[in-house]
């Protein structure tokens, strides 16, 4: 069998115009994987609601973060498929979740080159009923429907693997070289705590009361809360950074159902009240920057602190097109390929 890889991230609007913001929003907060109610409740709170009010805050927001090459997130993702191709002998697709580069397109290319057997790569460090599982079940929708004949699988969560942890601190560190900082924070893309619950294989264990995560589970396969403080308790150790120097939140919050906490925003905020003057802050939850690290973080993030008495906010980029990333990735890829089990 012809093999192939289809890496697959978020996605992005088409341009920062309200009317393509809309139309990406739309596709995006529909999906029953994102917000999780019934369509009837999900119909009146995104088309009557949320459609209504929201596009154009959000283009104004794109509007802040967009390239002349385009959409940050889809140029940063193109420059990480160009690398991995250059080391990998066998078709590499790039496709994205929701918006115009979608997950049939980029099977169609490689089938299109012959591919029968696809590696699907979330580009997601852990797993999330919104990131990986909502990819792997459409594009198991699109195989049956238009490519019965395609083999699938797929790259596990990573967010422990000793490589990807090695890499990840790798880049932290080189990018806060000379920035002194008195904290640290790890800031995650939040999601309701439902999620967690929904995903407990055990149906008991995920109690979200602080100690859950830490206490060993066959339910932390799925948990990405678990996963989440997982990658900041191992770059700490790899760091060897002092306990109280770092911690971990959740951003990027919507509506009011209780999402993972504590919030990125009143954290930052917490810290500049406590008379902090210096902090760096990283968001393992992306591969590579967009909207959320760009203009919320970057932007909206440094505003707060400095409102708050804060002088130095320093962003740590996610790992993009790092090269030390691209080569694992690429490893990764090589090893699928030459029939080695890819583990998490």
Not at 306 to 335: Q, Y
């Amino acid at each position: 069998m012809k093999k192939g890889i289809l890496l697959v991230n978020l996605g992005s609007p088409d341009s920062p115009d309200p009317k393509d913001v809309k139309k990406y929003l739309g596709e995006f907060l529909m999906d029953e994987r994102v917000i999780d109610v019934p369509l009837w409740a999900r119909n009146l709170l995104v088309k009557g609601i949320i459609l209504n009010t929201r596009p154009k805050a959000s283009a104004e927001a794109y509007s802040k973060i967009w390239w002349e090459e385009g959409s940050p997130l889809i140029v940063i993702s193109e420059r990480l498929k160009a690398g991995i191709q250059k080391q990998v002998e066998a078709p590499v697709a790039l496709a994205m979740r929701y918006g115009s580069m979608s997950i049939k397109k980029g099977l169609q290319e490689l089938v299109d080159q012959g591919v029968e057997e696809v590696f699907i790569v979330p580009l997601y460090p852990q797993f999330a009923m919104a990131t990986t599982e909502t990819i792997l079940v459409l594009a198991e929708e699109i195989r049956k429907e238009h490519f019965p004949n395609l083999k699938f699988s797929d790259l596990k969560a990573f967010y422990n693997r000793p490589d990807y942890i090695e890499v990840l601190s790798n880049s932290i560190a080189k990018h806060l070289e000379g920035k002194p900082f008195d904290h640290l924070l790890f800031s995650y893309h939040g999601v309701p705590e439902r999620h967690i619950r929904k995903r407990d294989v055990t149906k008991s264990h995920c109690k979200i009361d602080g100690s859950c995560c830490a206490t060993p589970s066959k339910a932390h396969e799925f948990c990405y809360r678990h996963q989440c403080l997982e990658v900041t308790r191992l770059v700490a150790e790899k760091l060897c950074l002092e306990e109280g120097t770092y911690s971990t939140s959740f951003q990027s919050r919507l509506g009011f159902d209780p999402w993972l906490q504590p919030y990125t925003d009143r954290t930052i905020e917490a810290l500049g009240k406590k008379g902090l003057k210096r902090m760096a802050i990283v968001t393992p939850a992306f591969v590579s920057d967009c909207l959320e690290t760009l203009e919320e973080i970057a932007m909206e993030g440094k505003e707060i602190f400095e409102e708050m008495g804060g002088e130095h906010f320093t962003t740590v980029p996610c790992l993009n097109d790092d090269k030390e990333w691209v080569d694992l990735l690429s490893k990764w890829m090589n090893d699928w390929l030459t029939l080695e089990t890819v583990k998490a």
